[in-house]
């Protein structure tokens, strides 16, 4: 690399050790504005930190304001929740209800839910060691919802 991540970082003002998209320390990647390939420099001025995640959704369009516009629409500042609130949209679109929406008399569930989800990670894999993508955390989800189920005495409508 001829420029390095802090450099990059000092040179738009922002950190260099987490993604400036969803605030994960995980595998941080140069991410071109301006891809190379449409012309776009390896300067730290057509560079930004994103995780593999975020890299993969980033926009690929030779007008570097789509790139910003897409980075201050879909930012968290909130580090480390990212992801698992994109696992609960991704949940409703496959189950076409909100996760625990079945649970709504069982009071918190959050201890639960934790303890429970601990065990959920051995069924799954993070490719490229980037972390569990949304869908992937939806299933984790839809696990944890069946073992709740079965302790609270609750018939989940999807249940097969
Ligand atoms: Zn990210």
Redesign the pocket.
């Known amino acids: 690399m001829i420029v390095s991540n802090e450099q990059i970082a000092e040179h738009w003002g922002e950190a260099p050790e987490r993604?400036w998209?969803?605030g994960?320390k995980s595998g941080l990647e140069q991410c071109h504005i301006v891809p190379a390939s449409l012309g776009g420099g390896d300067s730290a001025d057509n560079l930004v930190l994103?995780?593999g995640?975020?890299h993969n959704e980033a926009p690929n369009h030779q007008d570097p304001q789509y790139l910003w516009r897409w980075l201050r629409a879909t930012r968290t500042e909130s580090t480390d929740t990212y992801w698992t609130i994109r696992g609960w949209e991704e949940f409703e679109v496959m189950f076409g209800r909100k996760p625990l929406s079945c649970f709504t008399d069982a009071g918190d569930l959050t201890t639960e839910c934790r303890e429970l989800a601990a065990d959920e990670f051995a069924k799954t894999v993070d490719r490229f060691g980037e972390g569990l993508n949304p869908s992937t955390i939806a299933c984790m989800i839809a696990e944890v919802e069946k073992k709740l189920a079965q302790r609270h005495g609750i018939t989940l409508p999807d249940a097969a």
């Open positions: 993604c998209r969803c994960y994103l995780c995640r975020c």
